[in-house]
């Protein structure tokens, strides 16, 4: 089965406004029970970590159950890094590629910029995303999410539904 770019683009718009609409159930659905979310750091010399069980990263759960925990903690306020009042974001998607794809899986790439509105401020964050998406009966899943974060000098600290 060939999935179109098109496909994959409403994909990642319904990821986005799960985000923005704090729709956390419906997101989670979107990841495979082993989905690895890896927000890498950028080292001093300006490249990118390249293990995040050895080195720094802003962000990194191995498996969905990272996600369901994070979720659970925004949602019940059991965290510092928990936002209140909630932020308000807006993602915004484009250049949608998909680098590889075979039977089972596909490999994409695009890039994304997130505003978000909290305290009369405006803060945007910007990037780069590359997925692994597992195709199944249930539709696609995401295994795999590696976000760039190319503004990486932020003045408060981010969360998931930043990127």
């Known amino acids: 089965m060939t999935i179109s770019r098109?496909?994959?683009?409403?994909?990642?718009?319904?990821?986005?406004?799960?985000?923005d609409d704090r729709q956390w159930d419906e997101w989670l659905a979107l990841y495979a029970p082993h989905a690895e979310f890896w927000m890498p750091s950028w080292d001093d010399d300006d490249t990118l970590v390249e293990d995040p069980q050895t080195e720094i990263s802003l962000m990194y759960y191995p498996t969905k159950q990272g996600l369901e925990d994070r979720v659970f903690r925004i949602r019940t306020e059991r965290s510092s890094a928990t936002s209140l009042p909630e932020p308000r974001t807006l993602h915004h998607i484009s250049n949608v590629e998909i680098l590889?794809?075979?039977?089972?899986?596909?490999?994409?790439?695009?890039?994304?910029?997130?505003?978000?509105?909290?305290?009369?401020?405006?803060?945007?964050?910007?990037?780069?995303?590359?997925?692994t998406l597992e195709k199944g009966e249930a539709g696609m899943k995401?295994?795999?999410?590696k976000v760039v974060l190319t503004n990486d000098y932020i003045h408060h600290v981010i969360d998931i539904y930043h990127v």
């Open 6 to 19: 098109q496909e994959v683009e409403e994909f990642l718009y319904r990821e986005a406004r799960f985000l």
């Open 100 to 131: 590889e794809q075979d039977a089972e899986k596909l490999e994409i790439r695009f890039n994304w910029l997130t505003f978000n509105f909290r305290y009369k401020t405006t803060d945007s964050y910007y990037g780069t995303s590359f997925y």
């Open 142 to 145: 995401i295994a795999r999410k």
